[in-house]
């Protein structure tokens, strides 16, 4: 199957100077967005908490989000999850905790006026459902619910951490989990079956997978540039790191543009395009070297046109059948994976793009640029000659 005629010539490179401009203002333009404006970081990033609640019938996303928010869980997102008729819906807000600052602050207050300033008292516990403190002469169960009444918490429990005749006590407050199933419960009653799956990310834990998932990324481009290096030569392998860098900055500076959330499987998309956009400009480059030891062309601009039309069928239906594949994702795969599904349909694009208008055009600027040092080291060591010759 031929979209284009076998022979055909196209000069590519005849328009690759304003297009390559014009994809570095672009690059220049993302890396601004993602400096100033930042990134929409999601739970994997930025800490929260996911639940998926199983209903025995389907139950109305506007009411469920409006009870799921009277928890307290900040600004959730409800979607159905599986088949419509499930009544399974997953649930996600970058609520960590439902201990407030401002609960916090009441809770202590309770304790200093009742029994003055404790030995110990911490309430930095991430998940937001325990305080611990101690006191210089024991207290009762009794007197520490007291307390936690005073604080605003009336639902909450006492525990001890050690068992001693001063022990550590464990101020506990209801967690995410208790307050979604008490409330879904007064909503619905018997109609609620329980959660599935609950998970929570603490903003430590958050920055940590955000690191690592910098890294991974910046660890694939070295990756490449070494493989590039080893597999064809100098003039190539700047030109397919240049690519694939085109690539993430751009797709990562469109997140940053809509404020689309950013997290764990957009980091796999943006491998996905980068193994996506490599295959595509390794087989140019192939074709390039190809050509280039046959002979074909007067210069290398030429060989590189040759190259890249030669391939122009197999990139054209190589894109075609991966971003309706992606496009299909992305229109009927639900909001859960939706961002990830057009994080790819960007990669697909701007890989095909790259692949002939950035990766291309560097070879020629290596290209010209090894001669130039060539030829410069070669006039060098003539001087040299000369001067030991005249000496």
């Given at each position: 199957m031929e979209f284009f005629k076998p022979g055909t010539r196209y000069n590519f490179l005849s328009i690759a100077k304003p297009l390559v401009s014009t994809s570095v203002v672009l690059v220049l333009i993302s890396w601004g967005l993602v400096a100033t404006k930042g990134l929409n970081f999601g739970i994997d990033f930025a800490g929260g908490t996911e639940a998926l609640l199983s209903f025995k019938k389907n139950m109305d996303v506007g009411e469920l989000r409006e009870s799921v928010s009277k928890t307290g869980l900040e600004l959730p997102e409800v979607v159905t999850y599986g088949l419509v008729d499930e009544g399974r819906y997953f649930i996600r807000s970058r609520t960590q905790s439902l201990l407030t600052e401002k609960t916090k602050s009441s809770i202590k207050a309770a304790v200093i006026a009742k029994f003055g300033e404790p030995v110990l008292y911490d309430d930095s516990d991430e998940s937001g459902e325990e305080i611990r403190v101690r006191f210089k002469e024991p207290k009762t169960d009794e007197e520490l619910m007291a307390v936690l009444k005073t604080g605003g918490v009336g639902d909450g429990s006492i525990g001890k951490q050690t068992i001693a005749a001063n022990p550590v006590y464990l101020l506990r407050i209801p967690g995410v989990r208790d307050r979604i199933i008490a409330a879904m419960k007064a909503k619905y009653g018997d109609t609620f079956n329980g959660i599935d799956r609950l998970e929570s990310v603490g903003s430590a834990v958050g920055k940590q997978m955000r690191n690592q998932g910098v890294l991974s990324v910046i660890y694939a481009l070295l990756?490449?540039?070494?493989?590039?290096?080893?597999?064809?030569?100098?003039?190539?392998?700047?030109?397919?790191?240049?690519?694939?860098?085109h690539d993430v900055s751009i797709t990562i500076g469109i997140f940053s543009l809509f404020g689309l959330e950013f997290n764990l499987p957009i980091i796999a998309a943006l491998l996905a395009i980068v193994g996506y956009s490599l295959n595509d400009t390794i087989v140019v480059y192939d074709r390039i070297r190809e050509s280039l030891r046959l002979g074909l062309g007067d210069t290398i601009e030429d060989s590189i046109n040759i190259s890249v039309?030669?391939?122009?069928?197999?990139?054209?239906?190589?894109?075609?059948?991966?971003?309706?594949?992606?496009?299909?994702?992305?229109?009927?795969?639900?909001?859960?994976?939706?961002?990830?599904?057009?994080?790819?349909?960007?990669?697909?694009?701007?890989?095909?793009?790259?692949?002939?208008?950035?990766?291309?055009?560097?070879?020629?600027?290596m290209d010209n640029y090894l001669k130039t040092r060539a030829e410069d080291q070669l006039a060098a060591e003539k001087a040299i000659a000369r001067a030991e010759a005249r000496g």
């Open positions: 990756g490449i540039l070494l493989y590039i290096s080893f597999r064809f030569d100098l003039r190539y392998s700047p030109g397919a790191v240049l690519a694939l860098i039309s030669d391939c122009l069928s197999r990139t054209v239906l190589t894109s075609v059948t991966t971003f309706l594949a992606v496009l299909s994702i992305y229109l009927f795969g639900g909001g859960i994976i939706e961002n990830f599904a057009l994080a790819m349909l960007i990669g697909v694009v701007i890989g095909t793009y790259s692949s002939i208008y950035i990766a291309s055009p560097a070879v020629v600027g």
